[in-house]
């Protein structure tokens, strides 16, 4: 079974796993399904069974949905709404925001149980999560980011390079990542203000 893991990097952008979670299917599937379902309930219904659809199966069905979520979710005042969406698209968080993102997972999971019966269900993984984010040394692990899925290798590739003369990956920093993989997350005053993409913040 797939996992989910908390990723921190050091100060020099180097990256490594801090923290595993069994099943990912237990948090950023679920936050998907609740903001689908919460700004764009029209999409959270399956077109032929007219039973639920998830995130996924709306993507499936109609390629806009990714992007306009998106906007509709940047658009939003609720920052906990903000923060999931963020975190569940693999973006870095600066750990000084740590309490902020925190706060934020325990704030979705009070605010948006009505949307779906997961968020109850798997409230224990989502609190571990936030309680692990919150325990982060900053002075040693300036950024963080949260890899949704073990299925992919997105994540460690921001780390390693392949060295074709040793035959093997060696260690990198997201710095010396030459094309667009991420965005840091900019918080000021407990809010989300800006996104700053990996080549704009290294150049």
């Known amino acids: 079974m797939s996992y989910s893991s908390l990723w921190v990097m050091d100060k020099n952008y180097v990256g490594s796993e801090n923290t ?29 069974s007219h039973s639920k659809c998830s995130f996924l199966s709306a993507t499936m069905f109609d390629n806009t949905v990714n992007n306009t979520l998106n906007r509709l979710i940047n658009n939003t005042d609720e920052q906990s709404d903000r923060v999931l969406w963020e975190l569940c698209n693999q973006q870095v968080f600066s750990s000084k925001d740590r309490k902020f993102v925190s706060d934020s997972i325990k704030r979705f999971l009070e605010i ?10 798997n409230s224990d993984r989502w609190n571990e999560i936030a309680e692990d984010i919150l325990r982060i040394d900053e002075t040693e692990w300036p950024y ?8 992919d290798d997105n994540v460690e590739y921001w780390f390693s390079k392949y060295n074709e003369d040793e035959d093997e990956y060696e ?13 840091f997350v900019v918080v000021e005053d407990n809010k989300i203000s800006k996104f700053i993409s990996n080549m704009d913040y290294f150049a």
């Not at 595993?20 to 029209?42: C, G, Q, R």
């Not at 963080?144 to 299925?151: A, I, Q, Y």
């Open 20 to 48: 595993e979670y069994s099943n990912s299917w237990l948090f950023s599937p679920i936050a998907w399904d609740v903001l689908l379902t919460k700004y764009m309930p029209h999409k959270s219904v399956n077109p032929f």
């Open 112 to 121: 948006n149980k009505k949307y779906d019966n997961h968020l109850v269900l």
């Open 144 to 151: 963080f980011v949260f890899k949704n899925s073990s299925c």
């Open 171 to 183: 260690e990198r920093s997201l710095k010396d990542v030459e094309k667009y993989v991420c965005e």
